[in-house]
């Protein structure tokens, strides 16, 4: 990636070009954003050829390359965005040798399925405040609590799960990741149905539901700096959504021809504006660190913008039924998942910029005096 132009190094170029000639001679055809298991069946055969050919566990440029080439054939392998994208590089970070020969493999083949059971409904934009609590039996740790806003709970077969297992800490330092087992009695799975109909989310009830403690992840009480590594994970994994924008580019051109307003000058510098972005997008995508957070924060807003394009090309009827109606009321999650904008711009002033943190006097309380 070349940063003064953005345009792509002659070794990314060359990776596009080998992922592209290997893709025509292996399209297993499309995959959608679901999570029905016909989609889910067809998006473990996608992955397993991927992970065989070494287009799987790829840096983030590489990983754009394979999202965009894959878009082009209408294949998105969001089933497994929380297990490639966000809990294998937790586990490469933070997990032991064990750790890591028993769960990234099966990974990155796609024959295991993960989910995330970070959020709670009284800890979302307050993550720290979680409380469901882990206690020590054993060998074993019992679970019990709720979980929301998990999407693919019901086709998983392992969480990455934050815990409360210290309530005589401060909120941020009792807590504990572990690599939870899904299937098993005591996980209660219950959908969410969406203003779009679909129902992606469920909520996870864990009823002295058991963990080894073999599958701590980092250490005992010291989960919130192992969460930080998934979160800028998740923020980048979201973003990489900006690789589908190319194709959805054109599908709005496609829009404005069949609606005759492809001539409006209004039309033609809104699709200008979108294509504009969609390549900066593209651009932030291929690099790391706080570019990240921008690329988060930044795909949201374009999302957004871009469905009310799509509505305003199709007038009041596009209001009614079709993909863009559908994308147009699920665009506004993209704001709130992974941490939503107001979050995001607190984690870039403090984090980035460095500028002064806002007070909270419940950093340093334990967590069971705190009101909930």
């Not at 504990?176 to 149905?193: C, E, H, N, S």
């Not at 963990?211 to 998934?230: K, Q």
């Amino acid at each position: 990636m070349n940063e003064v132009d953005g345009e792509e190094t002659a070794e990314l170029q060359a990776f596009r070009e080998e992922f592209h000639t290997w893709l025509e001679g292996h399209n297993l055809g499309p995959v959608g954003a679901g999570f029905g298991r016909s989609d889910v069946e067809v998006a473990k055969a996608w992955q397993a050829q991927l992970y065989d050919a070494g287009f799987s566990a790829l840096p983030p440029d590489k990983a754009a390359v394979v999202a965009e080439e894959l878009n082009t054939v209408d294949v998105f392998l969001g089933t497994f965005m929380v297990g490639v994208s966000m809990a294998a590089p937790t586990i490469v970070a933070h997990g032991t040798d064990a750790q890591k020969e028993r769960f990234l493999p099966p990974l990155y083949r796609g024959e295991e399925i993960w989910c995330q059971l970070f959020s709670e409904p009284g800890a979302g934009s307050d993550l720290a405040g979680l409380a469901c609590r882990a206690d020590r039996d054993g060998d074993e740790w019992v679970i019990n609590g709720q979980k929301v806003w998990t999407s693919g709970a019901q086709n998983s077969d392992w969480g990455i799960l934050l815990t409360r297992t210290d309530w005589d800490q401060p909120k941020h330092r009792g807590i504990t990741y572990f690599l939870f087992p899904m299937r098993q009695a005591g996980v209660d799975i219950r959908p969410l149905k969406q203003i779009t109909g679909a129902a992606h989310f469920n909520e996870v009830f864990l009823t002295d539901a058991r963990v080894p403690h073999e599958n701590i992840l980092g250490e005992l009480n010291g989960g919130w700096a192992v969460a930080m590594t998934t979160l800028a994970n998740e923020r980048t994994a979201i973003g990489g959504g900006a690789g589908r924008g190319s194709s959805i580019f054109d599908d709005l051109v496609a829009l404005a021809r069949q609606h005759g307003r492809a001539g409006d000058p209004v039309i033609r510098q809104a699709l200008s504006d979108v294509y504009t972005r969609t390549q900066l997008l593209r651009y932030l995508g291929q690099r790391g660190g706080a570019a990240a957070m921008v690329l988060k924060l930044s795909y949201a807003q374009h999302i957004k913008a871009l469905n009310e394009l799509a509505l305003a090309i199709e007038g009041p009827a596009g209001t009614l039924t079709g993909s863009w109606q559908d994308a147009f009321l699920g665009a506004p999650a993209i704001r709130i998942a992974g941490g939503s904008d107001e979050v995001q711009r607190n984690i870039l002033g403090e984090r980035v910029l460095g500028l002064p943190t806002e007070p909270r006097p419940d950093k340093t309380a334990p967590f069971r005096d705190l009101p909930r």
